[in-house]
């Protein structure tokens, strides 16, 4: 099954500013919650350790400066109940406000949607709360 989810957390701070927050693929454990580290990798993919004890390799498959758009997707064949997972964060707004929309798409067995959703739904949580902390009001 397919399952999307979504959210957005909205920052004083300028587009570009939080952009180039957003797109540093290999600091994102500086601010989200469930991850404990990154350890980027010759290729440019990275190893991402979480909190709660596993690990997974991702990578950039689209980011666009102009947009302010990054994607990124598990590296294939690493086992696992995902089949795929794709995440993108976009940054839009004005001068002095920016929203960041936070969006994870992952393919899964359906006897996991309800720890799946619960799952994905705290990641996206965490992070832009990670995000608005880093940036407060």
Same mark, same amino acid.
Do not use: C
């Given at each position: =099954?397919?399952?999307?989810?979504?959210?957005?957390?909205?920052?004083?701070?300028?587009?570009? @500013?939080?952009?180039?927050f957003v797109?540093?693929?290999?600091?994102?454990?500086?601010?989200? %919650?469930?991850?404990?580290?990154?350890? =980027?990798?010759?290729?440019?993919?990275?190893?991402?350790?979480?909190?709660?004890?596993?690990?997974?390799?991702?990578?950039?498959?689209?980011?666009?400066?102009?947009?302010?758009?990054?994607?990124?997707?598990?590296? %294939?064949?690493?086992?696992?109940?995902?089949?795929? =997972?794709?995440?993108?964060?976009?940054?839009?707004?004005?001068? #002095?406000?920016?929203?960041? #929309?936070? @969006?994870?798409?992952?393919?899964?067995?359906?006897? =996991?949607?309800?720890p799946a959703?619960?799952?994905?739904?705290?990641?996206?949580?965490?992070?832009?709360?990670?995000?608005?902390?880093?940036? %407060?009001?």
């Amino acid at each position: =099954m397919k399952l999307e989810l979504s959210d957005h957390v909205e920052l004083n701070v300028d587009p570009q @500013t939080a952009w180039e927050f957003v797109s540093d693929f290999g600091g994102f454990a500086s601010w989200q %919650p469930h991850i404990a580290s990154v350890e =980027m990798q010759a290729d440019g993919s990275r190893k991402v350790n979480f909190t709660r004890g596993d690990s997974v390799f991702d990578r950039v498959t689209a980011s666009d400066d102009a947009n302010h758009s990054l994607t990124y997707s598990i590296v %294939p064949g690493q086992g696992g109940p995902l089949a795929s =997972m794709e995440a993108t964060f976009s940054v839009s707004g004005g001068p #002095d406000r920016s929203k960041v #929309d936070y @969006t994870i798409v992952v393919e899964i067995p359906d006897e =996991m949607e309800g720890p799946a959703r619960a799952g994905i739904s705290a990641d996206i949580e965490g992070a832009l709360q990670g995000l608005a902390e880093k940036f %407060p009001e």
